[in-house]
C-alpha cells in the first residue's frame, strides 16, 4: 500500500528555521505534483508550495523568499525548506502527492505540526 510519512516539524523560536519531509513509500509507477499545504487552528487549508515533475515551484505570496520545496534525485521525497520562521507560520503542514499505481491518485500525509513561537 502507498503512503506518504512526514518528518520535521516542531517548536521553533521566531526567526529559526525547519526542513519537513514526506517520503513516499510502497509500489510506486509515477509520481507528478508535490505539494506542501497548511492548515492553522480555525482556519481552511492552504496551499504552501507546489513542485511538478518539471522542476516548475509555485508558493503563497506569505512564504516566497522565505521557503523551498524541493525533491530528491529518487524523487520520492519532497523537503519543504523554511527559514525565517513567523509566528503566523504556526500550523499543521500536510504533503501531498499525484502518485501512480498506475491508476493516478491524491495521496496526503499524516500532517506534522509547526510552531513558531517565543
Known amino acids: 500500500q502507498v503512503q506518504l510519512v512526514e518528518s520535521g516539524g516542531g517548536l521553533v523560536q521566531p526567526g529559526e528555521s525547519l526542513r519537513l519531509s514526506c517520503a513516499a513509500s510502497g509500489r510506486i509507477f509515477s509520481i507528478g505534483i508535490m505539494a506542501w499545504y497548511r492548515q492553522a487552528p480555525g482556519k481552511q487549508r492552504d496551499m504552501v508550495a507546489t513542485l511538478t515533475r518539471g522542476g516548475n515551484t509555485n508558493y503563497a505570496d506569505s512564504v516566497k523568499g522565505r521557503f523551498t520545496i524541493s525533491t530528491d534525485g529518487a524523487k520520492n521525497t519532497v523537503y519543504l525548506q523554511m527559514n525565517s520562521l513567523k509566528p503566523e507560520d504556526t500550523a499543521v503542514y500536510y504533503c501531498?502527492?499525484?502518485?501512480?499505481?498506475?491508476?493516478?491518485?491524491?495521496?496526503w500525509g499524516q500532517g506534522t505540526q509547526v510552531t513558531v513561537s517565543s
Open positions: 501531498t502527492m499525484q502518485i501512480s499505481t498506475p491508476a493516478w491518485t491524491n495521496l
